[in-house]
């Protein structure tokens, strides 16, 4: 399956954001979608991820209450809706996907993850 991560751009603090994972190639009905970022400097952080139906949603501890991870299966699409943006929210944004998740549940760690898009940039100014 291919990736293809969109809808970033700069944003003023407070502002908000959606950004969209299309896929390709497969149905992307048959993979778990998950959002990570990574700031420069820094390590790749778990943001969302949500299962193939799209009633279990996980959240990274520092988007909690503000972000909403949603998937449109008829459309190949997974969504990431950004609210109440933080400069520290600044970072490359990339979707990624798990064919065969193993087991039910929050999948955070980049490790686990088969295919991942090009990245789209969010930048929060203060």
């Known amino acids: 399956v291919q990736l293809q991560a969109s809808g970033g751009g700069l944003v003023q603090a407070g502002g908000s954001l959606r950004l969209s994972c299309a896929a390709s190639?497969?149905?992307?009905?048959?993979?778990?979608m998950g959002w990570f970022r990574q700031a420069p400097g820094k390590e790749r952080e778990f943001v969302a991820g949500i299962s193939r139906s799209g009633y279990e949603t996980y959240w990274g501890d520092s988007v909690k209450g503000r972000f909403t991870i949603s998937r449109d299966n008829d459309k190949n699409t997974v969504y990431l809706q950004m609210n109440s943006l933080k400069p520290e929210d600044t970072a490359v944004y990339y979707c990624?996907?798990?064919?065969?998740?193993?087991?039910?549940?929050?999948?955070?760690?980049?490790?686990?993850?088969?295919?991942w898009g090009q990245g789209t940039q969010v930048t929060v100014s203060s």
């Open positions: 990624a996907a798990i064919q065969n998740p193993r087991y039910a549940g929050s999948y955070s760690s980049a490790l686990e993850y088969d295919y």
């Open positions: 190639g497969r149905t992307s009905a048959n993979y778990y």
